[in-house]
T-cell receptor, first 111, second 115 residues
Framework: GQQLNQSPQSMFIQEGEDVSMNCTSS?????WLWYKQDPGEGPVLLIA?????ELTSNGRLTAQFGITRKDSFLNISASIPSDVGIYFC???????????FGTGTSLTVIP | DAGVIQSPRHEVTEMGQEVTLRCKPISGHNSLFWYRQTMMRGLELLIYFNNNVPIDDSGMPEDRFSAKMPNASFSTLKIQPSEPRDSAVYFC?????????????FGSGTRLTVV
């Protein structure tokens, strides 16, 4: 299957700081998604990106579809304790129905 | 909308027993996916269905795993016989039609422990 590498693997930040994470692929994707997973729950969709260069925001979250179509970025501004969780990227190559998921970035926000 | 509903939320079973996980997708969604999540391997796609038909089951670990979708509102994932290495969180997700780019909606998962 497709390999999606997320970095960093984990982050420990102070409340109020901004967060940046990224996802890279060896293949071109036509759609990128960003999910957040809270403990004991399933991943929840945060942002969807549909074309190269697209920049989309959802509150304090901003995600970008990389120009090369092989990467995507997620930024969280002014982090708060409820931002804690695991963030996953997912990419769809454009053929078939399947999304491939990244390895996840675990975020801890210290009050 | 009740979302994707999975049952049970937790299952503890003895090695060798049969385990059946259940999923009710969102009404109107025509694709259904079964994922397994572990610390070591992350989210792995096991199988997915379009319009109740299995499309890709290449992620199913071995013959002990089987999945069915008898109708648009119900799917099962069965493990028989179960083994300790099957312990994981199993997620069901569904997706609506309408072209590319529609993200999955996940259920809350079933945490399976095989002892």
């Amino acid at each position: 299957g497709q390999q999606l590498n997320q970095s960093p693997q984990s982050m420990f930040i102070q409340e109020g700081e901004d967060v940046s994470m990224n996802c890279t692929s060896s293949s071109i994707f036509n759609t990128w998604l960003w999910y957040k997973q809270d403990p004991g729950e399933g991943p929840v969709l945060l942002i969807a990106l549909y074309k190269a260069g697209e920049l989309t925001s959802n509150g304090r979250l901003t995600a970008q579809f990389g120009i090369t179509r092989k990467d995507s970025f997620l930024n969280i501004s002014a982090s708060i304790p409820s931002d804690v969780g695991i963030y996953f990227c997912a990419g769809q190559p454009g053929t078939g129905n399947q999304f491939y998921f990244g390895t996840g970035t675990s975020l801890t926000v210290i009050p | 909308d009740a979302g994707v509903i999975q049952s049970p939320r937790h299952e503890v079973t003895e090695m060798g027993q049969e385990v059946t996980l259940r999923c009710k997708p969102i009404s109107g969604h025509n694709s259904l996916f079964w994922y397994r999540q572990t610390m070591m391997r992350g989210l792995e796609l096991l199988i997915y269905f379009n319009n109740n038909v299995p499309i890709d089951d290449s992620g199913m670990p071995e013959d002990r795993f089987s999945a069915k979708m008898p109708n648009a509102s119900f799917s099962t994932l069965k493990i028989q016989p179960s083994e300790p290495r099957d312990s994981a969180v199993y997620f069901c997700a569904s997706r609506g039609g309408g072209g590319l780019g529609y993200g999955y909606t996940f259920g809350s998962g079933t945490r399976l422990t095989v002892v």
